[in-house]
Each structure stands twice: as C-alpha cells, then as structure tokens.
C-alpha cells in the first residue's frame, strides 16, 4: 500500500490541489490527514477540502479544529480515525485527534490520562498510530529546544512498539526518526507545501519527504 501523508493545512486553498496531483504522479491508494484542517473553522471548508480528493481519505482533526463539527465532517466526508481501529490491507491503523494540553487553550485538547484511556484499549503490536501530536522527545520540539509531545503517546509507543507513528501540530519539527524498530514521522505542514509517502509492503516501510517547490 502506498499513501500520501498531509498535516496542519489550517485552511490553505492550494493544498488539494497540489495534494490530488501528487496522489497521481505517486500512485497513492489513499491520503492520510493528521488534523488542522481548519484554522478554528468554519465546517463548510472542512467539507469541500475532503470531498476535493479523489482516493479515499482517513482522517483525524487537531488541536485547532473544533472537533464536533469538524469531526462530523470527517465521518461524512472521510474514514474518522480518532479513537477507531481500522484495517488497510491487514494493518491495525489506530488514530486519535486533539492534542495534550497547551498554554493556547485551543478548543481540541486533552489531558494526557485521557490520551492514555483512549489509545490503550484500541492498541496492539506493530500497528501504525495516526495522530495529531506527537510522542514527548520525539518530532516536538519547538524554537526555544522545549519537547511539547504527549507523554503518554510516548508510553503507549514504548508499550505496544507500533511499526509506524504518524504526527503533526509542531511545525517545526518535520522530519523522520527511526528508535527501537518504529518509524516516526511528521511530514511538516501542509499549509507550507509540505507532505510525505510512505510505502509500506509486509514489514518493509519506505519514505520519502516531499517540499512543494
């Protein structure tokens, strides 16, 4: 399976466009959203964002998307991932929405215990977690050297070892990190033209980091 990887597009116009044009060129079966869809809104762009592609999409929302209306887009218009397990090929996806708290007070933040309750009951080895923020010290740093992740995506990495984490919400922190067999990955933001593939066949995974130019 092959599939194009989008995050953080916060409303940005072109980002379909170009998005549909990679799907081609690549072969992709689907797109992968890891959330901010929207800069706080409003629901009717969320809705012709989704519809524009042309592969299925699976999807969760972020921390700045406001998540009853946006994640009742996603189940219209998408496959919702957040607290869901589903089966591509054979491979447990498992994603969750949102973000662990942070000093902006967006309107889709929990607190770590209620991270924790939502992905351990789903999770199970070599899955691939589909989130919006990421593991503490792993894709999360921010400017100032701070890790930002969720400590308790990182207790559920080191517990159940999934073989691919995808993640977003710190923009800074594109780029891929290989520890202990798992593949991280945050693809950067797509409102900045940024995405990634990731193939994956039996146990191999391959990558491959994309810069709209």
């Known amino acids: 399976m092959k599939f194009l990887v989008l995050t953080d597009i916060h409303g940005n116009e ?14 992709a079966d689907f797109v ?6 929207t800069q706080f809104g409003p629901k009717s762009w969320a809705e012709n964002f989704l519809a524009a592609f042309k592969v299925p999409v699976y999807a969760v929302a972020g921390n700045c998307d406001p998540p009853e209306e946006i994640m009742d887009v996603i189940s219209k218009k ?3 991932l957040h607290k869901r397990k589903i089966f591509i090929e054979e491979v447990p996806f498992i994603g969750l929405g949102g973000s662990n708290p942070t ?4 309107p889709f933040e929990m607190s770590e215990k209620e991270i924790e309750s939502s992905l351990d ?3 199970e080895m070599n899955a691939v977690l589909v989130l919006h923020a990421p593991p503490m010290g792993i ?18 990495v080191d517990k159940y070892h999934p073989r691919l984490v995808l993640s977003g919400h710190i923009h800074e922190a ?22 990634a593939i990731v193939t994956i ?13």
């Open 32 to 37: 992968i959203i890891l959330g901010d869809i």
């Open 121 to 123: 009951p789903l999770m």
């Open 14 to 27: 072109d980002v379909s466009a170009w998005a549909n044009k990679i799907i081609e060129d690549k072969g």
């Open 139 to 156: 894709n999360d740093t921010i400017p100032s050297g701070a890790h930002v992740g969720s400590s308790a995506v990182k207790m559920i």
């Open 174 to 195: 594109r780029g891929i990190v290989e520890e202990n067999k798992t593949i991280f990955i945050n693809p950067g933001p797509a409102m900045n033209g940024f995405s």
């Open 103 to 106: 000093i902006f007070d967006t």
């Open 78 to 80: 998408a496959l919702l």
């Open 201 to 213: 066949n039996g146990d191999k995974i391959e990558t491959e980091m994309l810069e709209l130019k």
